[in-house]
């Protein structure tokens, strides 16, 4: 089906585990960004990509790392997983490079740092 | 740089009743305001949007929203509340940095409950 899917949806995981969270689109947009949801905080931006090969740090990378080496693949890793790090994560896309853009959220990924 | 402020973290209406959800923008150019919802267990989907052009702008779902720069808002309404309406809100503001750029950034957004 076309859209934007997220793997695993659910993750338990211990401190120091390194952790890979999958984010796939079919519809070939330029644009993906990671979010985490934290209540009191909304959705912070951790990293995004302009397009294969080229990503960028948002508001809040530190202890993340991102690759980009499909244009439909944009996964997300732990490196060694904080309980800071417990959180909602958001793939999204979005098509062209304006502003105005709507984003596409993918159903998220809920992960527990124990 | 640019900021979202939503009034409320959690509001609650009667069904039928009137749907306000506040948000205050403040940016250093003009920007591009966003209105998303997430229902349950689901990620955010756009609700309606304000880019240029007539200040009122309706969304899906009978919501609209009111561009309004003197008071650097763009308040969320619905005239009648349906029990379908309960989610969380997010105001978001873009300003146009550039081609290319990332900057949209979210408010902490607001709860509405729906009371039968």
């Known amino acids: 089906d076309a859209g934007i899917t997220q793997s695993p949806r659910y993750k338990i995981t211990e401190t120091g585990r390194q952790v890979t969270l999958m984010c796939h689109q079919t519809?070939?947009?330029?644009?993906m960004f990671w979010y985490r949801q934290d209540l009191g905080h909304g959705l912070r931006l951790i990293y995004y990509s302009a397009a294969a090969d080229i990503t960028d740090k948002g508001e809040v990378p530190d202890g993340y790392v991102v690759s980009r080496s499909k244009t439909e693949n944009f996964p997300l890793t732990l490196e060694s997983a904080t309980r800071s790090q417990t959180s909602v994560y958001f793939c999204a896309s979005r098509a062209g490079t304006s502003n105005t853009g709507e984003l596409f959220f993918g159903e998220g990924s809920r992960l527990t740092v124990l | 740089a640019q900021s979202v402020t939503q009034l409320g973290s959690h509001v609650s209406v009667s069904e039928g009743a009137l749907v306000l959800l506040r948000c205050n923008y403040s940016?250093?150019?003009?920007?591009?305001l966003f209105w998303y919802v997430q229902y349950p267990n689901q990620g955010l989907q756009l609700l309606l949007k304000y880019t240029t052009g007539a200040t009122l702008v309706k969304g899906i779902n009978g919501f609209e929203a009111e561009f309004k720069k003197s008071e650097t808002s763009f308040h969320l309404t619905k005239p009648s509340a349906h029990m379908s309406d309960a989610a969380e809100y997010f105001c978001?503001?873009?300003?146009?940095?550039?081609?290319?750029?990332?900057?949209?950034?979210f408010g902490k957004g607001t709860k509405l409950s729906v009371i039968p």
């Open positions: 519809w070939s947009h330029s644009y």
């Open positions: 978001a503001v873009s300003a146009d940095s550039g081609a290319g750029s990332y900057q949209l950034t």
């Open positions: 940016s250093s150019v003009p920007p591009y």
